[in-house]
T-cell receptor, first 114, second 112 residues
Framework: NAGVTQTPKFRVLKTGQSMTLLCAQD?????MYWYRQDPGMGLRLIHY???????AKGEVPDGYNVSRLKKQNFLLGLESAAPSQTSVYFC?????????????FGPGTRLTVT | GENVEQHPSTLSVQEGDSAVIKCTYS??????FPWYKQELGKRPQLIID?????GEKKDQRIAVTLNKTAKHFSLHITETQPEDSAVYFC???????????FGKGTHLIIQP
C-alpha cells in the first residue's frame, strides 16, 4: 500500500493564480483532512470530509475550497492564491473513529506564493 | 473551539537523560490526545496516543500521562538517544471527524 500520497510535492504560484492539490489514500479510510503548517506553528485544520461527497470547514477555511468526489481522493483548491497561503500543506486520513483514532499523514506539499 | 498550549518550545537534554513535554487543552469534551514526532522536511509520525478513559500509557521508552481534571497531558521520553532529536507536537480532539487541534511544537535537542 502506498498509504497517503500528495501531488505535487512543490509548487510556486504567483499572486492571483489558482491551483489544486491532490490527496489520495489507498487504505479505504472514511475520513480525510487538509492541514497547513507554518513556521513555528503546529498544524491547523483547513477542511475535512467524513465520507464521499461530504466536506466541512475546519479552523482556517478562508481562501480554500475542497471536494471529495471519490472516497480515495480529497482535493484542495486555491482559487486566487495570496502570499499568506505560502505554507506546507499536509493531507491526512483516518479509518473511522469507531474503529481507530489514528490519522495517517501524507508527505506534504510545499507551496510558495510570490 | 479547542485551544492547545505546549511547553517548552525548545528542550535540550543530555543523551541518556529524560525529557518531558507538557500540554494543556481547553475543551473538556476532548477525549483523544496523540503525540506526533516530525523530523525536518518530513511528515508528522504518530508516536503514542491516549484516550480520556486512560490515565497513562507506555510504549518502551515513551509514556504519556493524562490528567482530565486539570486538562493537561505530558509526554515522557526516557534514556534519550540522538535519534530522538526532532520537533514533537501534542494534539487534542473530541473524536468523530472533528480533526486534531495541535500545539505549536517542542524542538527536542539531544546533546551528545
Amino acid at each position: 500500500n502506498a498509504g497517503v500520497t500528495q501531488t505535487p510535492k512543490f509548487r510556486v504560484l504567483k499572486t492571483g493564480q489558482s491551483m489544486t492539490l491532490l490527496c489520495a489514500q489507498d487504505m479505504n479510510h472514511e475520513y480525510m483532512y487538509w492541514y497547513r503548517q507554518d513556521p513555528g506553528m503546529g498544524l491547523r485544520l483547513i477542511h475535512y470530509s467524513v465520507g464521499e461527497g461530504t466536506t466541512a470547514k475546519g479552523e482556517v477555511p478562508d481562501g480554500y475550497n475542497v471536494s471529495r468526489l471519490k472516497k480515495q481522493n480529497f482535493l484542495l483548491g486555491l482559487e486566487s492564491a495570496a502570499p499568506s497561503q505560502t505554507s506546507v500543506y499536509f493531507c491526512a486520513s483516518a479509518l473511522d473513529w469507531g474503529i481507530s483514532y489514528e490519522q495517517y499523514f501524507g508527505p506534504g506539499t510545499r507551496l510558495t506564493v510570490t | 473551539g479547542e485551544n492547545v498550549e505546549q511547553h517548552p518550545s525548545t528542550l535540550s537534554v543530555q543523551e541518556g537523560d529524560s525529557a518531558v513535554i507538557k500540554c494543556t487543552y481547553s475543551d473538556s469534551a476532548s477525549n483523544y490526545f496523540p503525540w506526533y514526532k516530525q523530523e525536518l522536511g518530513k511528515r508528522p509520525q504518530l508516536i503514542i496516543d491516549i484516550r480520556s478513559n486512560v490515565g497513562e500509557k507506555k510504549d518502551q521508552r515513551i509514556a504519556v500521562t493524562l490528567n482530565k481534571t486539570a486538562k493537561h497531558f505530558s509526554l515522557h521520553i526516557t534514556e534519550t538517544q540522538p535519534e530522538d532529536s526532532a520537533v514533537y507536537f501534542c494534539a487534542a480532539s473530541r473524536g468523530g471527524a472533528d480533526g486534531l487541534t495541535f500545539g505549536k511544537g517542542t524542538h527536542l535537542i539531544i546533546q551528545p
